[in-house]
């Protein structure tokens, strides 16, 4: 243990820290939600954080191999741990909705989620800690890496593979979720991969019989996948899709070009490979009965998380001393109002899939309190890029509550609580837990050691593969 390190002497500056800077971290959260830029055009937002942490004393290089908006952010005042925190600020396409307690599209894009709010919260670890090392003088470095384009693109494992989180020695993240807990359950792998069918355009009324549809091509397409998911293993295998190009405007035109771009998600390496597998030798199948030709484009690929209960047990006790967000009768009303469509039935499936099962969770429009259920050797039936990083370094992850009990990510209420106090509360309880962590894992040795020697146990027995590189069919 360091010996400058005292618990309630940390605890106070952090306090400290937040009272002096909540406004500020609150109008940064806001401008990110109000930009709401979607993945790989998050410059304004990632000018606004970098902006941010230079004048809170880091070194920022804006724009790493091939992502020009994402960036690392380091200070260091000697030797020591390296401590990163994973910020995002990416925006999903057409979600944006007014504050309010019913649906008011505005057309625009917005943060359902949440990724403001994990933008900035991350920052305030980053910065908050930077404050308790410089005044308890306790060596280390800490790094914030902006990553962008988490919704589309699976940006952190392209920054794996290029390196750019080498040197770590512990990571940590948070995200916006609608109950408050730290996660050690896994995740799903994901895959993307796009099938282009070329066919021929004719007149469809005068020369039918010189047409071959690319858009008949993707139907069918469509539904033999469709036809084949009664056919694999139920194993958490997810098959998502959407036709990114349904071959034309007009009726009268065959079809000369379509694609339908497929995401595949699954908790195992082979599970992935023999799903895709199959869909590659259906869309073959399928070109050759349309006569048109079929091009597979493989995309964004991310591995499933590794992780860490060393971590995470150290963050579970710091979040249990933050305390979860308390809140106040007029923020339940609202939360109510955000909710009130879903059927109980609805919201307790919803929660079933994190392990809460507690009917009396269901009682209250925003989850209280702190869940103690890790949900360890579970699998989160959703896949995220923040896995590749837990591969390079140990991590834990916490999530906050910010929306009502029952909520889905990626629906409006996400991105309505994620611009006003119930998004800014959790913000500030992550920030403040991802704070204390950071801490402990610089000045108690003993959390590090063992976390690493967690991480290495587990990579020995199971060695981390790009999640780009399945074997595909010829
Ligand atoms: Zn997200």
């Given at each position: 243990?360091?010996?400058?390190?005292?618990?309630?002497?940390?605890?106070?500056?952090?306090?400290?820290?937040?009272?002096?800077?909540?406004?500020?971290?609150?109008?940064?959260?806001?401008?990110?939600?109000?930009?709401?830029?979607?993945?790989?055009?998050?410059?304004?937002?990632?000018?606004?954080?970098?902006?941010?942490?230079?004048?809170?004393?880091?070194?920022?290089?804006?724009?790493?191999?091939?992502?020009?908006?994402?960036?690392?952010?380091?200070?260091?005042?000697?030797?020591?741990?390296?401590?990163?925190?994973?910020?995002e600020y990416d925006a999903l396409p057409?979600?944006?909705?007014?504050?309010?307690?019913?649906?008011?599209?505005?057309?625009?894009?917005?943060?359902?989620?949440?990724?403001?709010?994990?933008?900035?919260?991350?920052?305030?670890?980053?910065?908050?800690?930077?404050?308790?090392?410089?005044?308890?003088?306790?060596?280390?470095?800490?790094?914030?890496?902006?990553?962008?384009?988490?919704?589309?693109?699976?940006?952190?494992?392209?920054?794996?593979?290029?390196?750019?989180?080498?040197?770590?020695?512990?990571?940590?993240?948070?995200?916006?979720?609608?109950?408050?807990?730290?996660?050690?359950?896994?995740?799903?792998?994901?895959?993307?991969?796009?099938?282009?069918?070329?066919?021929?355009?004719?007149?469809?009324?005068?020369?039918?019989?010189?047409?071959?549809?690319?858009?008949?091509?993707?139907?069918?397409?469509?539904?033999?996948?469709?036809?084949?998911?009664?056919?694999?293993?139920?194993?958490?295998?997810?098959?998502?899709?959407?036709?990114?190009?349904?071959?034309?405007?007009?009726?009268?035109?065959?079809?000369?070009?379509?694609?339908?771009?497929?995401?595949?998600?699954?908790?195992?390496?082979?599970?992935?490979?023999?799903?895709?597998?199959?869909?590659?030798?259906?869309?073959?199948?399928?070109?050759?009965?349309?006569?048109?030709?079929?091009?597979?484009?493989?995309?964004?690929?991310?591995?499933?998380?590794?992780?860490?209960?060393?971590?995470?047990?150290?963050?579970?006790?710091?979040?249990?001393?933050?305390?979860?967000?308390?809140?106040?009768?007029?923020?339940?009303?609202?939360?109510?109002?955000?909710?009130?469509?879903?059927?109980?039935?609805?919201?307790?499936?919803?929660?079933?899939?994190?392990?809460?099962?507690?009917?009396?969770?269901?009682?209250?429009?925003?989850?209280?309190?702190?869940?103690?259920?890790?949900?360890?050797?579970?699998?989160?039936?959703?896949?995220?890029?923040?896995?590749?990083?837990?591969?390079?370094?140990?991590?834990?992850?916490?999530?906050?509550?910010?929306?009502?009990?029952?909520?889905?990510?990626?629906s409006w209420p996400f991105t309505v609580?994620?611009?006003?106090?119930?998004?800014?509360?959790?913000?500030?309880?992550?920030?403040?837990?991802?704070?204390?962590?950071?801490?402990?894992?610089?000045?108690?040795?003993?959390?590090?050691?063992?976390?690493?020697?967690?991480?290495?146990?587990?990579?020995?027995?199971?060695?981390?593969?790009?999640?780009?590189?399945?074997?595909?069919?010829?």
């Amino acid at each position: 243990m360091n010996k400058n390190y005292n618990s309630e002497k940390v605890f106070e500056i952090i306090s400290g820290w937040f009272d002096e800077n909540r406004e500020a971290l609150i109008a940064l959260s806001n401008r990110i939600w109000n930009l709401a830029e979607v993945g790989y055009k998050e410059t304004l937002s990632a000018e606004a954080l970098t902006n941010e942490l230079k004048s809170r004393g880091f070194t920022v290089k804006l724009g790493l191999k091939n992502l020009p908006t994402a960036f690392v952010a380091q200070w260091c005042n000697g030797t020591g741990p390296v401590i990163s925190f994973l910020g995002e600020y990416d925006a999903l396409p057409n979600m944006g909705y007014e504050i309010a307690d019913a649906p008011k599209p505005t057309g625009k894009n917005g943060h359902a989620c949440g990724h403001n709010l994990l933008g900035a919260g991350t920052l305030s670890a980053a910065a908050a800690a930077k404050e308790v090392m410089e005044k308890l003088n306790i060596k280390g470095t800490l790094r914030y890496y902006g990553c962008p384009a988490e919704e589309c693109c699976a940006a952190k494992a392209e920054m794996a593979a290029n390196g750019d989180f080498d040197g770590t020695d512990a990571v940590l993240r948070w995200h916006p979720q609608n109950f408050t807990y730290v996660s050690m359950a896994s995740t799903l792998r994901l895959n993307e991969l796009r099938f282009r069918f070329r066919g021929i355009s004719a007149h469809a009324q005068t020369q039918p019989h010189l047409g071959r549809s690319a858009l008949d091509a993707v139907i069918l397409t469509d539904i033999a996948v469709k036809y084949m998911r009664e056919l694999i293993p139920d194993n958490h295998i997810r098959i998502s899709r959407a036709i990114t190009n349904g071959g034309g405007q007009l009726p009268t035109v065959i079809a000369g070009y379509a694609e339908i771009f497929y995401a595949v998600s699954a908790a195992s390496r082979e599970d992935s490979q023999n799903v895709i597998n199959r869909m590659i030798k259906i869309a073959k199948g399928i070109a050759m009965a349309t006569e048109t030709e079929v091009e597979i484009v493989y995309g964004a690929a991310c591995s499933e998380v590794l992780p860490n209960k060393a971590i995470s047990e150290c963050m579970l006790e710091n979040l249990k001393k933050v305390g979860a967000p308390k809140w106040t009768e007029e923020e339940k009303a609202f939360a109510a109002k955000l909710d009130e469509d879903t059927s109980p039935i609805d919201k307790a499936r919803t929660m079933a899939i994190y392990n809460i099962t507690d009917p009396r969770v269901l009682e209250t429009p925003l989850y209280e309190g702190i869940s103690e259920n890790m949900i360890e050797n579970g699998i989160g039936l959703f896949s995220t890029d923040s896995a590749d990083p837990s591969w390079v370094a140990p991590m834990g992850s916490l999530f906050a509550a910010c929306a009502p009990v029952g909520s889905s990510v990626h629906s409006w209420p996400f991105t309505v609580c994620s611009g006003m106090s119930i998004g800014h509360k959790a913000m500030e309880v992550a920030g403040k837990t991802l704070v204390l962590t950071a801490v402990n894992l610089i000045a108690n040795e003993n959390v590090l050691k063992n976390a690493k020697a967690e991480h290495k146990r587990l990579l020995a027995a199971r060695p981390y593969i790009n999640p780009q590189n399945l074997v595909f069919e010829s």
